[in-house]
């Protein structure tokens, strides 16, 4: 069964948008399973895990809203004639429908006569993106009648393909909320000339995919976020950094850096930095950004990529001068 809940913007020029919520029977303990409508976006993880959301690099964010299916031709009937029903709309604009979708000019009867052969589309707005007033823009007064295989004759935003749907899924893209480990301790006072080495490791940087689906188009995108590699910048120009660009590459086996053992020493990391004077009872922001490469993958043998992103773990450090050390 199909519950149909509209909602409806002002009189006069209200637009009608619909959201069905469709209910499946059939599971184990007998009770009923709800899902969500054919023409509803649905993510893979349902929910965005614990982490951090990816800031693209560019400052680039995924569309608000697009075109996309919104009813067949029975299902839009049964919505508006429910609608036109309640006598809440107002006679001019409920003629008005009735006149566009009903009497002809253009469509006859809601185009029943060609149920099968194309759907309804109208403003879908990104899950992601509910808050956002831009969300609203895609929504048009009257629904498009589309036929299979084409797009709306004059859409309002941009229409759904597997690539809108990559970009809704970056919305949903969660960076781990590891820091980045340090050697001596972030929570520790570091030492003037003492080298800090600065690691992650493999399971601190995986990969993370986000998949999204439209059913209602039997269409697909897979997002994922690859870690490239670690930024460090030391919070004063008194250190060195090792590298001395500060940027610490992804190593073969998905870690970053290398993780400090106490045979190690005073020596010089593969990634980390030195400070050469105290923070004089302050602290030195020091920042590790790590960057990410982000792809997608889609329906019909679509894919490519999107804007990189990162995220910047901020920490305070406390460094100390000296005359010995032993470590």
């Not at 299916?69 to 006598?87: F, G, I, N, Y």
């Not at 149920?115 to 993106?129: F, S």
């Not at 993958?297 to 001068?321: A, I, K, W, Y």
Request: with cysteine; charged share 20%; proline share 9%.
């Amino acid at each position: 069964m199909a519950a149909v809940a509209l909602v409806v913007v002002g009189s006069g020029s209200a637009s009608a948008r619909r959201t069905t919520t469709t209910t499946t029977g059939g599971s184990k303990d007998g009770s009923i399973d709800a899902s969500v409508s054919a023409y509803e976006v649905t993510y893979t993880p349902a929910t965005p895990p614990k982490g951090h959301p990816l800031a693209a690099n560019n400052g680039w964010t995924p569309p608000a809203c697009w075109q996309a299916p919104a009813a067949t031709p029975a299902e839009l009937k049964a919505e508006r004639e429910a609608v036109w029903a309640e006598d809440s709309t107002g006679y001019a604009w409920d003629a008005a429908q009735q006149d566009y979708y009903v009497k002809g000019h253009p469509h006859k009867d809601f185009e029943l006569a060609n149920a099968g052969k194309g759907m309804w589309w109208n403003g879908q707005v990104n899950p992601n993106r509910i808050a956002d007033p831009a969300s609203l823009k895609c929504f048009k007064e009257q629904d498009d009648w589309v036929l299979d295989g084409d797009t709306p004759p004059d859409p309002q935003g941009p229409v759904v393909t597997p690539e809108i749907l990559a970009q809704s899924a970056y919305d949903r893209i969660r960076i781990p909320e590891n820091p980045v480990q340090l050697s001596p301790a972030a929570d520790h006072v570091q030492t003037v000339n003492v080298n800090t080495w600065a690691w992650l490791d493999k399971g601190d940087v995986a990969p993370v995919s986000v998949t999204a689906r439209l059913a209602s188009l039997n269409m697909w995108a897979t997002t994922t976020a690859t870690p490239e590699g670690l930024h460090l910048k030391a919070g004063t120009p008194d250190a060195d950094l090792y590298p001395a660009s500060g940027d610490c590459p992804l190593n073969a086996d998905g870690s970053i850096g290398t993780a400090y053992v106490s045979s190690d020493g005073n020596g010089v990391p593969p990634c980390g930095l030195t400070y050469r004077r105290s923070s004089d009872g302050g602290t030195f922001p020091l920042s590790a950004t790590i960057t990410w490469k982000v792809t997608w993958t889609g329906s019909g043998g679509t894919g490519g990529n999107l804007p990189g992103g990162s995220f910047e773990f901020d920490q305070d450090v406390r460094v100390q001068e000296i005359q010995s050390v032993n470590r």
